[in-house]
């Protein structure tokens, strides 16, 4: 077993290591979300806008409405006048005007011209015919330019803030107006966003350079969107959360790093921790009775391996057993039982000649002849019956069949029963087994459960129990837990074994004899440690 240092490091070299893995994840998995976020807020963004420049579009529609037709009469004092109104309520035009076949007459602002003004060169003209005179110098304010729209001979200067009221920060887009037949743009409002317009609008969602872009187009009106946000801007903006993700999961990731480095030490530091137990002999053995059914008297037990690791911690017998089968130590394992059992109990099956030990037995250990040998000599020591002596074989067990085959005829023929444990959960057919000399099933504890329920499978047990008596096959049916259960098997009328809580749980050597004793009178329990020691050291 690596020490104790040597067992902290590398747990604490684990945990680091999930720590940094789960902190990259956490910031991936953050970077993720909020760009996904991002996405989501610039999408409904771009469509926020979309409404609001299609309100504006309704609301320029109504001041060219104003004027076609004018009540008024063509420039006159009162329909500057209704100009200057109009101008003046309005939050998105800062100038209207008039004019008349590429002419500019009159504005709210400028009055009427003495002379006409010809208008600036057209930038574009919309599906509906607006004619668009974009970054052109404006007539009332010289300096400055602005977008002029154009059409039914009225003119309007759009405010550049008209839609300052709709900023988000680090967020930038840009209104244009586009002609979807002949495919011509102009910037209408916002940031000049340098980007291949056509494109950008064509993709609807795109990542390029470092920016996100989302663009949306009105079903209404000539007019679209497009917002852009950096991705380094909105991790920047977002790092507190990013260190959060970071943080919850570098913790998840040293959890789990810690976790597994226990999980993997104490399964390197189990196997080791039993192998020396087995090599110490530290390992216990407790017997389960098996009773004669109807009359319950004891037939016999089964040897069960307990062991507890240095810890003190009580190992289930379904991890060790199968961990001896995976290191290759179920060899010393099963040698392991047939000596402690023999020593403990071979004098209780001297005196009871009827009574049979059952040992557990893995399918590997019939490969070679240790099994034979130790058997051979530790029954001729103890001075019983070979026939006293049940080799349990799982029906799970996965071996050669030939083998299998011969190892159990040999020992059928040098006396020994076999039995065929856990029945019901391989594949094995009941004739088979009575082919290869098999002299009893255990009936595995799923199918005793089933006694009175109306589980499908319940009919199995009355079936396997009919074509075993046909079949001359012995029959022990474990995991008898309750009395209901141990009734119905004696009222099928069958003679057969059974094994359960219902009887008795496993008990030591010593208390054993005692067992028996409830059972049939037999030996003297105080006897049972004399004896046992005995036979030890012999
Ligand atoms: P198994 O050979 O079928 O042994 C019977 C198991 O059922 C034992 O569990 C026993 O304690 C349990 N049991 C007995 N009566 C009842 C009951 O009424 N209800 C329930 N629910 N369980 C009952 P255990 O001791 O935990 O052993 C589990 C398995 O481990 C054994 O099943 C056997 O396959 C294996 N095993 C135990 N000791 C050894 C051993 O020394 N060598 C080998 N190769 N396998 C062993
Ligand atoms: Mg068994
Ligand atoms: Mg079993």
Redesign the pocket.
């Known amino acids: 077993m690596p020490s104790l240092r040597h067992r902290r490091l590398s747990i604490a070299m684990l945990a680091l290591f999930g720590a940094l893995a789960g902190a990259a994840s956490g910031y991936w998995l953050g970077h993720v979300t909020l760009l996904r976020t991002a996405n989501a807020g610039l999408s409904s963004y771009a469509s926020d806008l979309i409404g609001h420049s299609d309100e504006y579009a309704v609301e320029l529609g109504n001041i060219r409405k104003a004027f076609n037709p004018s009540p008024y009469p063509f420039c006159s004092r009162q329909e500057i006048t209704l100009m200057q109104t109009l101008t003046f309520r309005s939050l998105q035009v800062k100038e209207i005007g008039r004019t008349h076949e590429g002419k500019f007459y009159c504005s709210a602002f400028v009055g009427r011209l003495d002379v006409p003004k010809p208008l600036p060169p057209l930038t574009m003209t919309t599906t509906g015919g607006t004619h668009v005179y974009s970054d052109s110098r404006l007539t009332f304010a010289p300096t400055a330019t602005g977008t002029i729209l154009e059409g039914g001979d009225v003119d309007v200067v759009l405010s550049p803030n008209a839609f300052d009221h709709w900023n988000r920060p680090h967020v930038r887009y840009m209104v244009v107006v586009v002609n979807g037949k002949t495919g011509q743009m102009a910037y209408l409002a916002g940031s000049r966003l340098d980007v291949d317009l056509p494109w950008i609008l064509a993709q609807k969602e795109t990542r390029k350079g470092g920016d996100l872009y989302r663009s949306r187009c009105s079903s209404r009106y000539d007019v679209c969107i497009v917002t852009e946000e950096s991705a380094s801007e909105i991790l920047q903006g977002n790092r507190a959360l990013l260190l959060e993700y970071c943080g919850m999961g570098g913790a998840a990731g040293f959890g789990l790093g810690l976790a597994l480095g226990q999980f993997y030490l104490r399964r390197i530091g189990l196997a080791q921790q039993f192998r020396r137990a087995l090599r110490r002999g530290t390992l216990e053995l407790v017997y389960?009775p098996i009773l004669e059914l109807p009359s319950r008297a004891c037939a016999g037990a089964?040897?069960?391996?307990r062991w507890s690791d240095e810890e003190g911690n009580a190992i289930?017998?379904?991890i060790f057993?199968r961990m001896a089968e995976d290191r290759g130590l179920?060899g010393q394992?099963?040698s392991f039982?047939v000596q402690r059992s023999i020593e403990e109990v071979g004098w209780i099956l001297r005196k009871n000649p009827e009574l049979t030990l059952s040992i557990?037995?893995?399918a590997s250990d019939l490969e070679g002849e240790a099994l034979f040998a130790l058997l051979d000599r530790y029954v001729r020591k103890a001075g019983i019956r070979p026939r006293q002596i049940a080799l349990?074989l799982?029906e799970r067990s996965t071996a050669d069949l030939d083998v299998v085959r011969r190892a159990v005829l040999r020992l059928h023929h040098e006396g020994y029963q076999i039995h065929i444990?856990?029945f019901g959960t391989g594949f094995s057919s009941l004739a088979y087994l009575h082919e290869l000399a098999v002299d009893a099933i255990?009936v595995d504890?799923t199918f005793t459960r089933t006694i009175g329920t109306d589980a499908v499978t319940a009919s199995i047990l009355p079936q396997i129990l009919s074509l075993a008596e046909s079949l001359q096959l012995e029959v022990i049916v474990?995991?008898?837990?309750t009395e209901a259960q141990a009734e119905y098997l004696i009222a099928t009328g069958k003679r057969m074994q059974a094994?359960?809580?219902?009887f008795g749980k496993?008990v030591t050597a010593s208390q054993l004899p005692k067992y028996q004793e409830q059972r049939r009178g037999s030996p003297d329990a105080s006897h049972a440690n004399d004896e046992v020691a005995a036979s030890r050291s012999e």
Do not use: M, Y
Request: aromatic letters at 4%.
């Open positions: 389960q089964e040897a069960l391996t289930s017998p379904e057993v179920i394992l099963t039982v557990n037995i893995a349990e799982t444990d856990d255990k504890r474990e995991g008898v837990e094994q359960g809580w219902c496993p």
